[in-house]
């Protein structure tokens, strides 16, 4: 349904924001809405922007009513215009109006991710710099984050804290620094894993190389700093940077000569796409 997510992940975010919202029962329309009232309806882009999300929404409609007829129009990772028709809809009213926010507040705050994104990865067009994601994702919600980060083009970091090396400050005061930090974590980890080391002067970047380490994360380092650092590391590791990435910066950036751009706005500050639902005059 979305890539490498088991539907059975998705069924069970879907089922938890459907009990938030409907609890015991949606009594407005249950006071308007007669049971077997049928409708048609769709979902309507308010603004341009990027979809993502739509097998969350067409689930979110068909836990409530299972025949519900969900027709996409639109494609996640596809752009829209306003005034476009993203799905078509029909099925139980009751249902329908019952599901409309969840499916809604899912459509939009992923496709709101999606666009964004795809402002950033358009900005460093041109370059061998790729955008990525982080960890500053909704709780309970990565990976919905993280699958609308690639519908907009962008790529993701690790998905937790378990399935990627990334030694950041704390680990650094732990450890006794960047050079110990960096050995102790690459006699732990098996050769598939790659170890990462955040760095915040150009000594550190020295210390890291020394150590061995695969990826150099440099944490708000100005621009001079990080060009200094692309040439110190001169190909042996990739560079990552991250911290106050903007689309009014990233440019720069990325034609420093890094690898990775880092901007954890892409998930915790990415403004939702305006979506609306309209039910037909029948």
Do not use: W
């Amino acid at each position: 349904m979305m890539g490498d997510i088991p539907e059975s992940v998705v069924r069970d975010i879907v089922a938890r924001a459907l009990a938030e919202d409907i609890g015991p029962g949606d009594i407005t329309t249950a006071a308007t809405v007669a049971p077997d009232a049928d409708c048609r309806a769709e979902i309507v882009a308010k603004a341009e922007g990027v979809i993502a999300g739509l097998g969350v929404a067409r689930l979110v409609f068909g836990m409530l009513d299972p025949q519900m007829a969900f027709h996409e129009v639109a494609a996640d990772g596809g752009r829209v215009s306003e005034g476009m028709a993203v799905a078509r809809l029909s099925g139980n009213t009751r249902a329908l109006l019952a599901a409309e926010r969840t499916a809604l507040n899912f459509l939009q705050r992923m496709s709101g991710i999606a666009s964004l994104t795809a402002e950033y990865v358009e900005a460093v067009e041109g370059t061998d710099a790729r955008i990525i994601d982080t960890r500053k994702t909704a709780p309970g919600l990565r990976l919905l984050d993280k699958y609308a980060v690639r519908m907009g083009g962008g790529r993701n970091h690790r998905i937790g804290l378990f399935d990627g090396v990334l030694i950041k400050e704390n680990h650094l005061r732990a450890a006794g620094g960047v050079g110990e930090a960096v050995r102790r974590a690459r006699k732990a980890a098996h050769h598939l894993v790659k170890v990462e080391v955040e760095v915040q002067t150009l000594e550190e970047v020295e210390e890291a190389v020394a150590a061995g380490a695969d990826v150099i994360l440099l944490d708000n380092m100005e621009l001079d700093d990080v060009r200094r650092a692309v040439d110190l590391v001169s190909g042996r590791g990739e560079i990552e940077v991250s911290g106050g990435v903007t689309l009014e910066t990233v440019r720069a950036l990325a034609e420093s000569g890094v690898d990775y751009i880092s901007a954890g706005a892409l998930t915790h500050s990415a403004p939702a796409l305006d979506l609306s639902l309209e039910v037909a005059d029948d």
